[in-house]
Every structure is written in structure tokens, then in C-alpha cells.
């Protein structure tokens, strides 16, 4: 609505010289902008709601069905990465409930409505927008398959790092005692860098994708819109007005595409995390406990 009204309040200015529409147009913008501040602090702080819920749900399950577990599943598991499971894969979990899925569903409702405005202005100014739309999806469907499988490594190299800070730490007499500070300091080291490595190759992937699907597609589908929206109003099919309330709704639906993809990408990087916990949770001892033990 509010791409809609500023171009209404360039035509009163720029084509009409309607001082009276120009006021109420921008009256009406400032009570736009009024609602659609309250609405977002509502909706963000609904979502904070639901995402501790949800973290504290999830870490309780955790944590309830690694209790039930065999005494051989700790004698094969560590300490650190139980530890790592409970506390850096459920955060990265939770994160994106909290914060993402909020994101997601208002860039989702959001490019919904700019798409209705649009095709309300021209359809086919919006169909000409949609002519790079083959190549992202493209694109982020390979994305998240590379992501969720760099996830899942990441997530791992994280908790054996862990695990091995916590048996140095938890034998730290041993260790000074034999003076091997050196050795578990080589050991954590070699852990991290392992990591490291991992989280750069995420990031080599991840500059490749933003590059194409955040900025050069976008600005080519402009510069093709602009073009053809330049010819429409030169045959008198569209306003300038209405062109640059387009392009205004434009570049909305474009942060919308944008902001879907990074959370896109978050969610992926979340969901390799997530397998183990759920693979966790969903896990039956192979020792059944007795009902009341004795």
C-alpha cells in the first residue's frame, strides 16, 4: 500500500499539481505507516513467545530421551557432543523459529500483496518482472542441498571440538599431571580448524548464490522493466506515476525474494543441525528400562 500511495502523491504533485489530493494522499500514507508499526512490533513479539515454547519443548524432549538411552549409548557417545546436541544444535534450531519463520511469513504475505498491487497497476510490466524467476529457483534448490550437507559436517566438527575441551577439562588433573597441556591444546586446535575450514567453504558457496540471486538478477529484471515500462508509457498505457509506484513495489518484492532466500538458506543450514537432535529424540534404547526399577 505504501509503494501504491507515494505514486499517487507523485501525480498529484509532478501531473496534477492537485494540492488537495497530494494532502490527503499523504495523510493517508503517515496512518499506513501508524498501523504497519504496530502490527510488526505485535507480530515480532508473538513470535519471541513462540519460539522460547518451542526451544524449551524441543530441549526437554532432548534431553527426557537421552535419559532413557542405554548405558552403552554414552559409553559410544561423548560428553561434549551430548552437551553440544543440547545446547549449539538446539539454538540454531530455535533461532530460526524465533526469528526466521517470523521473517519468513511476513516477506511471504508481503510479496503477495505487492504482487496484487502490481498486476493492478500492469500485468504485463509484472510478468516482464518474473523473467529471472526460473534461474533462482534453480539455483536455490542446488543451494540448499549444498548447504544442508555442509550443515550437517559443520554441526559435527562443532561437537567433536566440544567433546574434546570437555574430557580435557573433566581429566585436568590427569593432563597436568603428565603434562600434556600442549597435546590437548594441538588436539582442540586441530577440531577447530576443521571447522573453520568448513565454515568457509560454506561461505564461498553462500557469496556465489547472494551475488547471482540477491543483486545481478535483480538488477537486470529492473533494467528490463524499466525499458519496457519507459516504451508502455510512451503508447500511453501506463502513467509515470504508476511506473514509479511499480518500480517502488518492485524493489519491495525484490527484498521480499531476498530476505525468503537468506532465511532460505538459514532454515537449511537449521535443518541439518535439527537431524541429529530429532534422530536423537526419536531413538529407542536397545536396553528397555524396567517400569519401576527396582
Not at 127 to 140: D, M, N, R
Not at 208 to 225: E, H, K, R
Not at 250 to 270: D, E, K, P, T
Request: proline share 2%.
Amino acid at each position: 500500500l505504501i509503494p501504491f500511495l507515494l505514486g499517487k502523491i507523485i501525480d498529484a504533485v509532478a501531473l496534477y499539481r492537485n494540492t488537495e489530493d497530494f494532502h490527503r494522499y499523504t495523510l493517508y500514507l503517515v496512518a499506513t505507516a501508524a498501523v504497519t508499526g504496530v502490527f510488526t512490533g505485535l507480530r515480532g513479539s508473538t513470535f519471541m513467545v513462540v519460539g522460547a515454547r518451542f526451544s524449551v519443548r524441543m530441549r526437554q524432549r532432548l534431553f527426557d530421551s537421552i535419559l532413557r538411552q542405554e548405558v552403552a549409548f554414552f559409553d559410544s557417545t561423548k560428553t561434549g557432543e551430548i552437551t553440544s546436541r543440547l545446547s549449539a544444535d538446539c539454538e540454531k534450531v530455535t533461532s530460526q523459529v524465533e526469528l526466521n519463520v517470523n521473517v519468513l511469513l511476513r516477506s511471504l504475505l508481503q510479496a503477495l500483496f505487492t504482487l496484487g498491487f502490481m498486476f493492478y497497476i500492469n500485468w504485463k510490466l509484472m510478468l516482464t518482472a518474473f523473467i529471472s524467476v526460473p534461474t533462482v529457483t534453480v539455483l536455490s534448490k542446488a543451494f540448499g542441498a549444498i548447504m544442508r550437507r555442509l550443515s550437517k559436517k559443520t554441526q559435527k566438527a562443532l561437537a567433536k571440538s566440544n567433546s574434546s575441551a570437555e574430557e580435557a577439562i573433566a581429566a585436568v588433573r590427569t593432563v597436568k599431571s603428565f603434562a600434556a597441556e600442549r597435546e590437548e591444546s594441538s588436539r582442540y586446535s586441530h577440531e577447530l580448524k576443521e571447522y573453520q575450514r568448513l565454515t568457509m567453504v560454506t561461505a564461498g558457496d553462500y557469496s556465489a548464490y547472494a551475488a547471482l540471486t540477491f543483486t545481478f538478477l535483480p538488477q537486470v529484471t529492473s533494467c528490463v522493466v524499466l525499458f519496457y515500462g519507459g516504451k508502455l508509457i510512451d503508447s500511453g498505457e501506463v502513467k509515470s506515476g504508476d511506473l514509479v509506484s511499480f518500480a517502488f513495489y518492485m524493489q519491495s518484492l525484490f527484498q521480499s525474494f531476498n530476505s525468503m532466500g537468506s532465511i532460505y538458506a538459514g532454515m537449511v543450514q537449521a535443518l541439518g543441525a535439527a537431524d541429529k537432535v530429532f534422530e536423537w529424540i526419536k531413538r529407542v534404547p536397545n536396553v528397555k528400562a524396567p517400569a519401576e526399577p527396582q
